[in-house]
């Protein structure tokens, strides 16, 4: 989300094409991108979104993609002929699990990797044509299961360290369960054994200042510009929005969105 109300979305699969998706503040879809993804940003002028491709049976993991928010696209349709975006490939064996762009750079969460892998935005070649290879990064700062990230107003980078499921399950690609969150396919794998947090990181040394430890199942994070707070969707037992508040101190509840326990917390309490 960004100061005029633009908002980006991220999907995994969308039936009309839509998986990476641009709102403006009323709320009306101004552009959009196929093609499943990880993880999805912007920076103002761009709008970056990782991907796989996903059309015709088409392979391309660990691409970023780079358009402009107005533009509609699909992968199939070769629109990089056609000039309306441009992307680069990061490291094979990398798990894009969150994008952030900040100060002309591209901040990467790597769930394989344990790190956020830190990029140049000026990276990206010219509309309409790929890099050679994999581009490397300016930096690798260590994170144990990093997720998604926001900047806030100050230039720090939160970043949610993912929860780890039961390990007694085995994924039908031979990993074991719960070593990372794996964002592209959310298999449920039991119990959570260690709780996610969301940390705040010095996005030039990857040194943390702050932690959010209130929380089981973080899956998603914004900053509102507006109210000056961190947002933090929690998938655990409250499903609901939290608030956070004094982000330059140590952070605090300061309020919540949405009936706790979810729609079906409601219906509890409702049924008696």
């Known amino acids: 989300m960004f100061p005029d109300g633009t ?8 039936e009309n094409g839509a998986d990476g998706s641009v709102y403006d503040a009323d709320g009306t879809m101004v552009g959009s991108q196929s093609g499943r993804g990880q993880a999805v940003t912007g920076d103002g002028t761009y709008i970056y979104r990782s991907g796989d491709g996903g ?3 088409r392979s391309e993991k660990n691409w970023i993609v780079r358009w402009k928010p107005t533009e509609r696209m699909t992968y199939w349709q070769k629109d990089w002929a056609g000039g309306k975006w441009s992307r680069f490939r990061v490291d094979a064996k990398a798990r894009i699990a969150g994008l952030a762009a900040w100060n002309g750079e591209l901040f990467v969460s790597d769930a394989a990797g344990g790190a956020i892998k830190v990029y140049r935005l000026d990276a990206f070649p010219k509309p309409g044509t790929d890099l050679p290879g994999v581009v490397e990064p300016v930096r690798s700062l260590p994170l ?4 998604h990230l926001t900047f806030d107003d100050a230039g720090r980078l939160w970043a ?7 390990k007694d399950k085995k994924r039908d690609d031979g990993r074991k369960a719960g070593e990372w969150r794996d964002y592209h396919n959310l298999e449920e794998w039991g119990g959570t054994t260690q709780a996610g947090r969301v940390v705040c990181c010095n996005h030039r040394d990857g040194r943390v200042i702050a932690t959010i430890d209130d929380l089981s199942e973080p899956m998603d994070l914004a900053y509102s510009t507006k109210d000056k707070m961190l947002l933090v969707a ?3 037992t409250d499903h609901q929005i939290r608030f956070y508040s004094d982000l330059d101190a140590k952070p ?4 919540t969105f949405g009936a706790k326990g979810g729609i079906f917390g409601l219906l509890a309490v409702l049924c008696g």
């Not at 908002?7 to 969308?14: I, K, L, P, R």
């Not at 949610?160 to 039961?166: A, L, P, R, S």
């Open 7 to 14: 908002t980006t979305t991220n999907a995994g699969y969308d």
């Open 55 to 57: 059309d015709a049976g």
């Open 144 to 147: 144990e299961r990093p997720g």
């Open 160 to 166: 949610i360290q993912t929860c780890v499921k039961g």
């Open 234 to 236: 929690e998938r655990g």
């Open 252 to 255: 605090k509840l300061a309020r």
